[in-house]
């Protein structure tokens, strides 16, 4: 079953490809097209077969410098999907993780990790979209041909007046750092009512996410919607303040209050044992969905200091323009990360494809809290509807799958499920 997109003008951009059509003709004007883009990437790849439910299929054949696509199943590494499963991973409505945990794919031969190599190819050769490499930031120049300043922040009294250099630096780099955007009296009232409702959460309510302490304390990681609690969340997401840094880099972008988890805390605790507290790296749309989602604009007001002591925000900078291999925490290699080092009252931004991780507190007193309001296109209003989330399209269309929210209930078995709501 392919994914059912609401609105007619969607659905026409995401029009139903021939499997045999698009292998026989159509890769290999994308190949001749984007073959720069990916060269170097064909270097270790193993050969790779999509296989359809009648064990036909074709192989796609790296070679030196080269990639050619033939009739027939002769890869080391056999993916077997269905024509519609290959049709939105092609528009990028489901990556290699969301046919995983949709169960829309079975790993014939290989493992799904060698796919996963794949990916960052197969999206630069469907649509033209380049690899990230670490010499990306050193390639980033601003209108005046100078480079930026990778850890530059800005205060929110000059927004005024250097609103255009946010916007250009937020732009390239995938994120942006204003100071003191709230007063302490302000971030008090905020925090006063995040405090609230996180009293009133439960683990069993559906809208939060709990973890799982080493002392056996079960603890709220996330609550979702805080607006069912209070008003002041609605009245906060339409402050002129959130409004002017949350439509910055697009004036169209509307503030989702209703939809898509609508406004939301993250409370990070140290000596979690079990459950989704330390966000690995990953981008909002892992699981799929990048044309309608994307840009996503993650507005975060800090109501508590962010240091490495308790689980900043890191980004890998410049990367919402790319696609990339999966980044393991830790052994990011060369890769160019940037730590959100900031003060309560300062506010974040980042688009939600920029990778970026929130690791464990290497403190032992964390309790940081951050309130996010996420900004969308208006296309997204009229393709996800209220109270939904793009991960019910694809569960929709799925044979089953859950969003595990609770870590008395993780298993190793549903861990997959687990990166629904990064």
Not at 414 to 420: E, F, K, W
């Amino acid at each position: 079953m392919a994914i059912q997109i609401a609105d007619p003008a969607q659905t026409h951009a995401f029009t139903r490809i021939d499997f045999d059509h698009f292998h026989q003709a159509t890769i290999k004007e994308l190949i001749a097209t984007h073959i720069g883009l990916f060269q170097h990437e064909l270097v270790g790849l193993k050969s790779l077969s999509f296989v359809t439910a009648a064990g036909d299929g074709y192989t796609y054949l790296p070679g030196d410098g080269s990639l050619t696509v033939v009739p027939g199943v002769h890869g080391a590494l056999k993916v077997s999907l269905c024509p519609d499963a290959f049709s939105d991973f092609f528009h990028e409505l489901l990556s290699i993780s969301g046919l995983k945990v949709t169960r829309r794919m079975e790993q014939m031969a290989g493992d799904i990790e060698e796919f996963r190599a794949w990916e960052p190819t197969l999206r630069a050769i469907f649509a033209g979209r380049p690899i990230y490499s670490s010499e990306v930031p050193a390639r980033l120049r601003n209108a005046r041909n100078q480079p930026f300043d990778i850890e530059k922040s800005f205060d929110y009294s000059e927004f005024e007046q250097q609103q255009d250099e946010m916007r250009e630096y937020f732009s390239a780099l995938g994120y942006l750092h204003i100071r003191q955007v709230f007063s302490a009296q302000e971030v008090d009232e905020i925090r006063d009512h995040v405090l609230d409702a996180i009293k009133q959460s439960t683990p069993d309510d559906g809208k939060s996410w709990w973890s799982l302490l080493e002392d056996g304390r079960e603890v709220p990681t996330r609550i979702n919607y805080l607006n069912r609690f209070s008003d002041f969340f609605d009245r906060l997401g339409n402050d002129a303040r959130v409004q002017a840094l949350g439509k910055l880099h697009d004036a169209k972008q509307l503030v989702c209050l209703d939809r898509v988890d609508g406004p939301m805390v993250f409370i990070k605790s140290p000596n979690v044992k079990t459950g989704l507290a330390n966000l690995l790296w990953h981008r909002d749309c892992d699981l799929g969905g990048h044309p309608i989602m994307c840009p996503i604009i993650q507005v975060g007001i800090q109501l508590d200091r962010a240091s490495a002591e308790n689980g900043q925000v890191k980004v890998v900078i410049g990367s919402h323009l790319y696609s990339s291999h999966v980044v393991d925490i830790d052994n990011e290699g060369d890769l160019p990360v940037h730590a959100f080092n900031t003060e309560p009252g300062d506010v974040t931004l980042h688009f939600g494809d920029t990778l970026h991780c929130t690791p464990a507190p290497t403190g032992p007193s964390a309790q940081r809290k951050v309130l996010y309001y996420k900004f969308e296109k208006p296309e997204m209003f009229d393709t996800i509807p209220a109270g939904g989330h793009y991960n019910d399209l694809l569960f929709n269309a799925s044979h089953g799958g859950r969003v595990a929210t609770r870590a008395t209930t993780w298993t190793n078995n549903n861990q997959l499920d687990g990166d629904l709501d990064q």
